[in-house]
């Protein structure tokens, strides 16, 4: 099984940038993938980014462009930095990890841009 622990929410002004790590513990050694994904008050959870453990990437829409994110194998930590904030980034992002076909999800932490 695996652990997730996301850090680095917070408060950003418009404009400015922002990075959240999740760190996988346990049996990282079978994660393929590890996503992050976004929820806004009433709203669906959208997909953000996601990287396998061969570090191919893919971006959602709104990520395209101001968002990278990275990982460290040797660390199964994932990275989201953010870049060119703005309020409607406001949402509760999730750190997700697909293990041997199963999904694990961490608690994730609030980004909140203000304007």
């Known amino acids: 099984q695996v652990q997730l622990v996301e850090s680095g929410g917070g408060l950003v002004q418009a404009g400015g940038s922002l990075r959240i790590s999740c760190a996988a513990s346990g049996s990282t050694a079978g994660i393929a993938a590890m996503d992050w994904y976004r929820q806004a008050p009433g709203k669906q959870r959208e997909f953000v980014a996601s990287?396998?453990?061969?570090?191919?990437?893919r971006y959602g829409d709104s990520a395209k462009g101001r968002f990278t994110i990275s990982g460290d194998n040797a660390k199964a930590t994932a990275y989201l930095q953010m870049s060119s904030l703005n309020p409607e980034d406001t949402a509760v992002y999730y750190c997700?990890?697909?293990?041997?076909?199963?999904?694990?999800w961490g608690q994730g932490p609030q980004v909140t841009v203000s304007s």
């Open positions: 990287i396998t453990s061969g570090g191919i990437t």
């Open positions: 997700h990890a697909s293990w041997y076909g199963r999904s694990y």
